[in-house]
């Protein structure tokens, strides 16, 4: 295999990104997780890269504290340049050992700054503080800080939790104000919306006469989401597609490059590297690209970078040619490519939907017959893409065993737009990662662990379907 598209540090996992983008590259920090027990300290590592495609890692950035320092583990933050041109960076400090007055680890704004363009970086554990009366001291956490240049204030966005109220309506973004970047003070909320459990990594950012809050949440689902103002300080509507990606793909934060705005964010693993087994917190790094709508809100999809490092197309051996019709106005229908699939590649499809088709999508690592495959599975009349296989899980011998109430893989459900006509669906796939994205709008990370190989295929239910183009590339050496 060439080298890898998503990229994850040798022996451990990736936890919460901070990216910060100067002279045209990426330089992205992030929550350096090791599994193991007793737990080691948490230390923003590095990684960069200037194509999207190619990461170089440079290991430690920030290190976290000792068994007695307020820091122990170093937790999501944020990075500016004063005008002066002294890099500052706001992080969470959280030791275990250290309580609030509510018997739960205290969670602390710190500040480190560098003079030498983030080479190294000197803490100021002076200027640590924690939340005020009326916030959960466990909740203080993921500072996220921008210049309001009309205010003529810095703001610092926390992810906070009211002391009472419902317990999972308590979240809030809280928000302190500075002139310096050294003294701030405690002000409004930044937004209330008595809504979430918490809004974990806010993010905020202009484009194109509009500004986007970012964040993520853990209550109806475990998902980042966005939303639109006209100001930065609101008030935010609520956009129809309002989420950047399904369960799998979480704490997604934002850079831009060039006029283009990137998402980058974790794809989750899961235990014991199952198909079945629970999500965990950190994974693999994933970038997806934002695009903005002639109205303001965003799409999501795959760089043009990534994309095109796929440049050696694996021939399809299918019975029939393209365009491929399946017309099965009451059935099911398939074709399924007699060639495997290599570990990482890059597919597309285009499906010309007639009105009134129920479902049509893709296979992935099928088998000949198509039965046994991992489905991407886009339900016109649903207005959604979900990710799906067969077999589901089982729990005994009977037909009543099999999990078939459960129409889909839970929490990877995306809300898409499918009226009549053509439609696109793309797919990366490298080892046990799989990311989908439909017109370059709507986007579905998933893990993919129990079927290692198979083929690509294409289908249709209960309706009409022509595929006009399916194509598979990969990279050289792969």
């Not at 933050?77 to 609030?100: C, K, W």
């Not at 810095?154 to 906070?160: C, F, G, N, Q, T």
């Not at 956009?239 to 831009?256: I, Q």
Request: with cysteine; aromatic share 12%; charged share 25%.
């Amino acid at each position: 295999m060439g080298y890898p598209v998503f990229f994850q540090p040798a022996d451990a996992w990736v936890g919460d990104l901070i990216p910060y983008q100067a002279n045209g590259e990426f330089q992205l920090f992030y929550l350096h997780e090791v599994r193991s027990e007793p737990k080691p300290g948490t230390a923003w590592n590095l990684v960069t890269t200037k194509d999207l495609v190619q990461f170089e890692d440079h290991g430690v950035a920030l290190a976290h504290g000792t068994l007695e320092e307020p820091d122990f583990n170093c937790y999501t933050g944020s990075i500016v340049a004063d005008e002066s041109g002294i890099h500052h960076l706001f992080y969470t400090g959280q030791n275990p050992a250290r309580l609030g007055a509510d018997g739960l680890p205290l969670q602390l704004v710190m500040h480190a700054s560098s003079a030498d363009g983030m080479a190294t970086w000197t803490k100021h554990p002076e200027l640590a503080f924690g939340a005020p009366d009326g916030y959960g001291s466990a909740d203080w956490r993921d500072p996220f800080v921008f210049r309001d240049k009309e205010a003529g204030v810095w703001r610092m966005l926390l992810a906070a939790r009211h002391a009472g109220g419902p317990e999972r309506r308590r979240g809030v973004i809280a928000q302190c104000v500075s002139t310096d970047l050294v003294t701030w003070t405690h002000t409004d909320p930044f937004w209330d919306p008595r809504r979430y459990i918490t809004h974990e990594c806010p993010d905020v950012f202009e484009w194109g006469g509009w500004w986007y809050m970012v964040f993520s949440e853990f209550s109806e689902t475990f998902t980042t989401r966005y939303r639109m103002a006209k100001s930065p300080t609101g008030p935010w509507t609520v956009p129809a597609l309002d989420s950047v990606d399904g369960r799998a793909f979480y704490a997604s934060k934002t850079a831009e490059r060039d006029g283009r705005r990137f998402f980058f964010g974790w794809i989750a693993s899961k235990e014991g590297n199952s198909d079945d087994g629970a999500w965990q917190w950190a994974g693999t790094m994933a970038v997806l690209e934002a695009r903005q709508n002639p109205d303001g809100t965003l799409s999501f999809g795959f760089a043009d970078e990534l994309v095109e490092s796929f440049w050696d197309e694996v021939p399809l051996e299918l019975e029939t040619g393209l365009p491929l019709r399946l017309d099965v106005p009451d059935g099911y229908g398939a074709a399924v490519a007699t060639n495997n699939l290599p570990a990482q590649f890059h597919a597309r499809a285009v499906f010309d939907i007639q009105a009134g088709t129920t479902e049509c999508g893709m296979l992935l690592r099928s088998s000949p017959d198509g039965d046994r495959s991992y489905i991407l599975r886009l339900e016109p009349k649903r207005g959604r893409l979900v990710f799906d296989r067969w077999p589901r899980t089982t729990t005994g011998d009977a037909q009543w065993h099999v999990s078939g109430d459960v129409p889909f893989a839970i929490e990877l459900e995306r809300p898409c737009n499918l009226p009549p006509g053509r439609h696109t669906l793309e797919v990366v796939v490298d080892g046990d990662l799989c990311v989908a994205v439909v017109d370059r709008q709507v986007a579905l990370s998933t893990r993919i662990y129990d079927l290692p190989a198979g083929a690509i295929g294409v289908f249709a239910g209960e309706g009409c379907v022509t595929v006009t183009d399916l194509e598979v590339r990969k990279r050289t050496d792969n």
